[in-house]
């Protein structure tokens, strides 16, 4: 299933409207797409199932007059009706009726990783796993900070939207519906295993290894074949070997035109394991086929990922479910290694709160031109994130940094790959087993001296297949342990911190980075041309124009098509922002 919608009332005497329920399913449908199904959720809620055209399978679980809806991809061997959510895992959003009891729950699953949003009008809690479809229906007001955050961040993470009065769920939320009113759970919290900390290095790779492999294979049970995600990283490579590890059938597929360095090292490292690999390339026609599919982008994305960028995307997902709906993702392998708290520069393992300041401004946001903005947003931002950042660790103030730094981190990546698998789900289901429980907690548990930089990471991997290891990493350097007969084989990747360190230095000091802008060159000056002509650069006709210098925005939208175009990035979130706005049919004040 893709999606649901659902109207409830907080008063069992309240009535929800037929006619109110049909409206918000269509609105669903309309940013969407797809068929939407009533089903019997009692006297004080009406519910919709909706499915994309594409999504043929079963979707409802019933026994009797209960029944549970799950969109995503939730794993347990028993019924969802009955099953408590502690013991659920995956990436899903959950709606199920329990007439016995007079119960409607609804809950997001352990991370929060796959979206789920509410918003309450009067009596009525309005759920539904596109915030785009709410604020259409409910004619929210759009939140000037939310649509701020997604220009200059690139997402929305946590509860944030970019609506006023619509908040994505958080992690681990259970609403329970039942006479008396309704009530709102946390029914797990991530939590540091001292018996994994207090393992001898040897002992943490095996801890790891052992939870990581049941974790994908409980993501691919029952499944006839998978799509594994290969690149020249470790995240994926691990992935992969976990899912042979997990006897698995699986085929490899990476993005990209051919020539990049992710492409040739996955090639390589498809043909020294055996592995099917495909090359996944976009049309040649694509610059002239993405303004067609900007809509699909938005309705799936949200609005809270670029439409530009996720048109391709959804392209590949698309692709791919011809064969196989089920594709593993290494999204949370970063756990693995420091990438969460090299900020803290040797102060990991000491104890007091994290610098949520420096996190915000280094993990948090990357340099976008400020000139198209009327006036500076980046204060406010800075700092409602770093609000929104505080209760995340305040319960840790008594670990490490390097635990407070991995929690914003995955705190940060519903936004990322949270909201990714959540656009997915119209076409495939995209599984994040590093994001399941015990795999989390064997890599968030396992000491820092380890993980730090990448050397549990090669340990991990070289475990598993020590050839595999042997091939170089696109972070340079093999994904094998340094040792003296290797050392200089490290040095592009020592190389390539230390520019990365630089780059971070000159977007902090000149707010602007000296890398090369993505999407330069003759195709994609085309796709950004199209994506523009999509939009207009009539101003009189934009929804967001408040947020912007208009005489700055207008010479962006004319400067788009050129080949040296150095906006992309930001050119793809001011397009998004407002065709959202124009989905939902609404302006800024």
């Not at 029944?67 to 899903?92: K, N, R, T, V, Y």
């Not at 029952?222 to 059938?249: K, N, V």
């Not at 947003?377 to 929104?388: I, K």
């Amino acid at each position: 299933m893709s999606g649901f919608v659902a109207i409830i009332a907080d008063d069992p005497g309240a009535p929800v409207s037929l006619a109110d329920a049909d409206a918000f399913a269509a609105s669903y449908v309309a940013v969407r797409g797809g068929v939407a199904e009533a089903v019997n959720a009692g006297e004080r809620a009406r519910a919709f199932e909706v499915r994309s055209l594409e999504d043929t399978r079963p979707s409802i679980v019933r026994r009797g007059e209960a029944w549970a809806l799950a969109a995503g991809a939730p794993h347990h061997p028993d019924s969802l009706i009955s099953a408590p959510l502690e013991d659920i895992e995956g990436q899903f959003a959950l709606l199920r009726y329990d007439p016995q009891a007079g119960t409607i729950t609804l809950a997001s699953d352990p991370f929060g990783m796959f979206a789920l949003f509410l918003a309450r009008r009067g009596p009525f809690t309005y759920a539904s796993t596109s915030a785009l479809a709410l604020a259409r229906h409910l004619a929210a007001p759009p939140s000037r900070l939310g649509l701020q955050t997604f220009l200059l961040a690139g997402y929305q993470c946590g509860t944030l939207t970019g609506w006023e009065g619509i908040e994505r769920v958080g992690a681990a939320m259970s609403l329970a519906f039942h006479s008396d009113g309704h009530t709102a759970t946390t029914y797990w919290r991530p939590y540091v295993d001292r018996a994994i900390r207090g393992l001898s290095l040897a002992a943490s790779v095996d801890r790891c290894l052992e939870a990581a492999v049941e974790a994908v294979r409980a993501a691919g049970a029952g499944r006839d074949l998978l799509w594994c995600d290969l690149t020249g990283g470790y995240d994926t490579r691990i992935l992969a070997l976990l899912a042979r590890e997990a006897a698995l059938p699986f085929v490899t597929a990476t993005n990209g035109q051919g020539d990049e360095e992710d492409a040739a090292l996955a090639r390589r490292l498809a043909e020294r394991a055996g592995w099917e690999w495909t090359l996944l390339s976009l049309p040649s026609s694509w610059p002239e086929e993405i303004g067609s599919r900007l809509h699909e982008a938005l309705g799936w994305g949200d609005g809270a990922l670029e439409v530009g960028q996720l048109s391709g995307v959804l392209w590949r997902h698309a692709w791919k479910a011809a064969r196989s709906r089920a594709v593993l993702n290494g999204g949370g392998g970063e756990h693995y290694w420091s990438y969460a708290w090299q900020h803290e520069y040797g102060r990991s393992n000491r104890s007091g709160s994290t610098n949520l300041d420096l996190w915000v401004r280094t993990r948090m946001l990357r340099a976008v031109s400020m000139r198209v903005f009327a006036g500076d947003p980046m204060p406010q931002v800075t700092s409602d994130l770093r609000r929104r950042m505080q209760p995340i660790v305040e319960p840790y103030q008594d670990e490490p940094r390097s635990v407070q730094a991995d929690l914003l981190y995955l705190h940060k990546s519903t936004g990322h790959f949270g909201a990714y698998a959540s656009a997915a789900a119209g076409y495939v289901d995209l599984l994040l087993p590093f994001y399941t429980r015990a795999s989390f907690t064997a890599a968030f548990s396992t000491n820092p001296r380890y993980r730090f930089g990448h050397r549990f990471y090669r340990r991990l991997i070289e475990r598993l297949d020590p050839a595999l290891a042997a091939i170089g990493t696109a972070k340079g350097g093999p994904a094998a342990p340094a040792r003296l007969g290797n050392l200089l084989a490290f040095a592009p990747y020592y190389a390539r911190l230390a520019e990365k360190g630089l780059n971070k230095v000159v977007q902090r000091g000149l707010g602007r980075s000296f890398r090369r802008p993505p999407g330069l060159g003759e195709s994609a000056a085309r796709a950004r041309a199209a994506m523009v002509a999509q939009v207009g650069t009539s101003l009189d006709t934009w929804r967001s124009l408040p947020l912007y210098d208009p005489r700055a925005l207008h010479e962006m939208l004319i400067a788009a098509g050129r080949p040296d175009f150095p906006d992309s990035v930001l050119l793809g979130r001011v397009l998004t922002a407002e065709l959202a706005l124009r989905a939902a049919d609404a302006a800024l004040a």
